[in-house]
């Protein structure tokens, strides 16, 4: 398991596992193209044999990041793959001067939310109807210092 950072050739790669991943909103090239062309992204993805397995990314501005995406190939799931890209993306946030993370997930979902609380973020507060299906998001947070 090779872990690297994104590469411009990279995007649609992940833009197709975005469909995999977020069949109801993913990010699309140009949408991960501009994160990644902002100046304030990081992303981080795992290889293995030159196929991507896993991959997240994070912005930061200041001393503050923000979790964006973080997602792993269905037949690699439960293997440690999003462990170790969430290490890298607070490792990387870390190292631009970040103090603390959050992010944003869905209320329904309990396997994020599990792995989430597991790796130190605690719920800051809701954001009502904030999905466009209309549910709410909680949004976790996480002291990098």
Known sequence: MNGRLWTYEDLN???AMEQENFPAEPWNVR???????????IGVLLEEEGTV????????VEDE??????A???MFRRCGRGQRV????????????ARRMFLEVRVSNTPALMFYLKNGFTGA???PRYYPDGEDALVMKKELI
């Open 65 to 70: 990041a923000e979790l964006d995406r973080i």
């Open 125 to 127: 507060y809701a954001r």
């Open 86 to 97: 969430l290490e890298d993306l607070i490792e990387a946030a870390r190292t631009r001067g």
């Open 31 to 41: 949408m991960l193209a501009e994160s990644f062309l902002s100046g304030r992204f």
């Open 72 to 74: 792993t190939a269905e």
């Open 53 to 60: 397995t896993a991959y997240g990314g994070v912005g930061v």
């Open 13 to 15: 790669v992940i833009a």
